[in-house]
């Protein structure tokens, strides 16, 4: 598979882990549009929200889980969360992740 989450998940592509667990990575965004931007990224690989069957609801719940809990740990009172959707909705990696944006 082609895809650059997939191979920074994998470590074919070195990278820097905020967080790792079983089921989710968090790096920092390289382009980063807010002092704190944090992707929080499931292992798993799904293309694009519109290709989520009913059985992938607990990724994504878990990434809004994931978020919360980076908020609590860095002391982060108000952020944005954002899924960008195909490429005319600005989704650039065809990997779904959900944007952390804090100031």
């Known amino acids: 598979m082609d895809c650059l989450f997939c191979k920074i998940i994998n470590w074919e592509i070195p990278s820097t882990f905020l967080y790792e667990d079983e089921n989710y990575i968090v790096i920092n965004d390289l382009y980063p549009k807010a002092k704190t931007h944090m992707l929080i990224i499931p292992k798993r690989h799904i293309s694009t929200i519109t290709d989520m069957k009913d059985s992938d ?3 994504v719940g878990g990434m809004f889980l994931m978020a919360r809990n980076l908020a609590k740990e860095r002391n982060i009172e108000w952020y944005q969360l954002t899924f960008n959707v195909w490429k005319g909705g600005w989704q650039e990696i ?5 944007h952390f944006l804090a100031n």
């Open 57 to 59: 609801r607990d990724v």
């Open 94 to 98: 065809m990997h779904i992740h959900l």
